[in-house]
């Protein structure tokens, strides 16, 4: 089901109903598909647990990064002006 922006905010609980429903809805913004509505999967979302990384990440993640590497991160592109560079 494709349904348009203005629609949507009207009719969210409905469509948050269906959609929990197992329906799947696009949400269109001028006519264009723009977003999709899904159900969650059975088992909700997947929690975050602390610590699985212990013992993992050694020592040397903390240390500074050398000036090269900050460099690299901060230069722009001269091609397109992003922030970061194009590769």
Known sequence: MMVNVHEAKTNFSKLLEMAHAGQEIILAKSGKPYALLTP????GVAQR??????????ESFFE???EEEIAAWERT???????TPCF
């Open 40 to 43: 969650l999967p059975s088992g």
């Open 49 to 58: 647990k602390p610590g699985r990384l212990s013992g993992k990440v050694t």
């Open 64 to 66: 500074p990064l050398p």
């Open 77 to 83: 592109c001269s091609s397109c002006w992003t922030p």
